[in-house]
């Protein structure tokens, strides 16, 4: 018999509807790893390997440094335009 985690594909459909209102809605939102106090953008390859079970969201950059929460330094949320991580080889073009 094939085991589902409930957990993880509740956490994929989350993920994936978020991901849906960023395109379609412009809305920005920041995934947060409560283990390292860490803030990322939202397709950060850091922020994305964080377990699901270690990871919370912010609607602003504000809401997460009021929770102890520092920038990323791969994907630094604070510099820049607010939206998606943009690797330095897509910055160029």
Known sequence: MLETNIYECAEENFVSEIMKSI????????NACVTTNIVCRPNCPPGRRT?????IYFKSLNDAYLNGYRDCLVCKPSEGLPGPWVSKLNKSK
């Open 23 to 30: 395109k379609s809605k412009k809305i920005y939102i920041l």
């Open 51 to 55: 377990k699901p079970q270690n990871r």
